[in-house]
């Protein structure tokens, strides 16, 4: 629902633009429309997109598809999505705008060879050394739900890297957190009902509230589980290896004391340029009346405090930023404005910086180039300039070696006497 949904636009119907770092892709219309959307597929072409990344026309998906998760689902599975998308959807007859990417990832056959290296996984097997709980976790995290699609970091490949399960990856603007069992980085200081809670209703009290990418996972999927189903993905998230970064030198939910440096500012004119109000003037001014003076959230404790807040205690600012230019608007219960029309980078900067160095992990920053760059929209490319790069390289190899075959075909022609 998420990925295939535009702003707006009727559900499933694609036309949603993802940004990725080698380029823009477009959701497509998976509704059962027979022009626009999937409504011609036999369950064998439903099974062959979902798990091999195969379309009907027999073209290849982007892995922004994440079949490399789906190829774990269960042949009943697999039937009941298949049943529910062709008599339970509506079907719109919408055709988005085709994913156009950059040479050389334009050529989707290339993904043949990606699928080949990296499309290694059959139906999950469950895991003896595990009780049955344990293995309905790891098989709906790793599989329908897709968990490591975000919460695992991509190689220069963008598959996913193996060793490093749930350790943490970026999603468009917005990064997706550690989520294995280090106490520190991870959720090993958070309790399995903690977990819980943080999934079907999208906050956890002292801990995190869901934003972006995340609070979409909550609305359109995880709420609807079954509270066996969240259980067994609680206790299976709390048995991943854990992976510490070493700039957490205590849990991210830990950081914070309360502090108001408000009176500071009392009779104080605001500057001329608002563009160099202070932090205590941009708190007072925009956070202080939901968050309250000391930063410890609404007294009945609808809104969340800054302090004991992972959105402050991790190193990566990026949620951070976001979440004070979109504000949160999933949840009915804890709504934010976004301030991207009322502050300028630099006082995003300047109110970031003062919520970390009093409430957060002070080893954190926010700066403006990177307020800059999110409000922008802009994910990193440097995939595509590196594989651009290669490809050229191997072109100038081949006609190298072309020419050096011609020159040499030429000298023996040359050479045999007539």
Known sequence: MACHTAPGGAAMAGGLSIATPIGTIVATNITPSKEDGIGNYTLEQFDAALRKGVRADGKHLYPAMPYTSYALLSDDDVAALYAYFMNGVIPVETRPAE?????????????????????????????????????????????????????????????????????????????????????????????????????????????????????EAVDNSLRLLTPEDLKAIAVYVKSIPAVQDAADTQPVFAWGNPSNDLASIRGVALPQNLGAMTGPQLYDAYCATCHQADGQGSFEGGLPPLLHNTALGRENTNNLVMVMLEGLHHQPDILMPGFAKELSDTQVATLGTYLIQHFGNPAAKVDVAQVAKLRAGAVSTILVTIAQAAVALGIIVMLGLIGL??????????AIPH
């Not at 106490?183 to 009902?193: L, M, P, R, Y």
């Not at 075959?405 to 040359?414: L, M, Q």
Request: hydrophobic share 40%; glycine share 10%.
């Open 99 to 215: 994913t156009k990417l950059p040479f050389p990832f334009n050529i989707r056959l290339s993904m043949a060879a990606w699928n080949l290296l990296f499309l290694d996984k059959g139906p999950y097997q469950p895991d003896p050394a595990h009780d049955a709980e344990w293995n309905r976790g790891a098989y709906l995290a790793q599989g329908p739900a897709h968990c490591g699609t975000c919460h695992t970091p991509r190689n220069l490949f963008m598959a996913e890297k193996t060793s490093a399960e749930m350790a943490g990856g970026d999603v468009g603007f917005w990064h997706a957190p550690n989520i294995t069992s280090d106490a520190n980085s991870g959720v090993g200081g958070w309790t399995v009902d903690e977990l819980v809670a943080y999934m079907r209703d999208g906050h956890a009290a002292g801990k995190s509230q869901a934003a972006g990418p995340m609070a």
């Open 405 to 414: 075959w011609f020159f040499r075909r030429r000298r023996r022609t040359v």
